[in-house]
């Protein structure tokens, strides 16, 4: 199974902006729940945005609605998050995930329920 693929981590200054990508095999990605999970050091990994790519529904965590967007590129099976406004809590692995099957909404917190990983990148906000 190829894995997912991530891009576009990096460092900023806080209110800075980022947008990761991820590219996923056309059977993973297509009528699916792509997610994006992130790790702080020394912290449990929590799930932060997902889009069904069906038909474009999104959810987002509360600590990053308003800030983060999460949007795909049907052609090219290929999700992005958009970060804006970035605070140094934001500051962590980043990683791109899918279930075997999901529905919407795309909400299930727990890392149990995803089958395909990425390698993570890294998101670096310092103040």
């Known amino acids: 199974q190829v894995p997912l693929v991530e891009s576009g981590g990096g460092s900023v200054q806080a209110g800075g902006s980022l947008r990761l990508s991820c590219v996923a095999p056309?059977?993973?990605?297509?009528?699916?729940?792509m997610v994006w999970f992130r790790q702080a050091p020394g912290k449990e990994r929590e799930w932060v945005v997902g889009?069904?790519?069906?038909?474009?529904?999104?959810s987002y965590a509360d600590s990053v609605k308003d800030r983060f967007t999460i949007s795909q590129d049907y052609a090219k099976n290929t999700v992005y998050l958009q970060m804006n406004s970035l605070k140094p809590e934001d500051t962590a692995m980043y990683y791109c995930?899918?279930?075997?099957?999901?529905?919407?909404?795309?909400?299930?917190?727990?890392?149990?329920?995803?089958?395909?990983w990425g390698q993570g990148t890294q998101v670096t906000v310092s103040s």
């Open positions: 995930a899918a279930p075997r099957r999901g529905r919407p909404p795309c909400t299930l917190t727990e890392m149990k329920h995803y089958n395909y």
């Open positions: 889009i069904y790519t069906g038909h474009g529904s999104t």
């Open positions: 056309i059977n993973t990605f297509r009528g699916n729940c």
